[in-house]
Nanobody, 116 residues
């Protein structure tokens, strides 16, 4: 079954760091891009960061300079690190994978709450 398994998140202090991971099942083939989105209460879903199969990355201006998206050795596993967390980083974070065989697949979502 095709799925994305997310891990990480939870309650983090302002100024702290966050690490999220996302592993795509081996049944998802021909992935050309993976990404992290987030959705805060009352706000639209927004792209946080993306990485292509070739390793090209892109970042939302809101996290640029304090965020890194990376591949974890295995081709279909990605990580998201955000440093210097702010209260406005509070959101549900969702992993996505775009593949030629399956279209876009979403992870289950991870709540991240940044608080003092």
């Amino acid at each position: 079954q095709e799925h994305l398994a997310q891990s990480g998140g939870g309650l983090v202090q302002i100024g702290g760091s966050l690490r999220l991971s996302c592993a795509a099942s081996t049944s998802i083939h021909l992935i050309y891009q993976m990404a992290w989105y987030r959705q805060a209460p009352g706000k639209p879903r927004e792209l946080v960061a993306s990485i292509t199969a070739g390793g090209d990355t892109a970042y939302n201006d809101a996290v640029k300079g304090r965020c890194t998206i990376s591949r974890d050795g295995a081709e279909n596993t990605i990580n998201l690190n955000i440093d210097m967390l702010k209260s406005e980083d509070t959101a549900i974070y969702l992993c996505s994978a775009d593949s030629h065989s399956s279209g876009r697949i979403w992870g289950q979502g991870s709540q991240v709450t940044v608080s003092s």
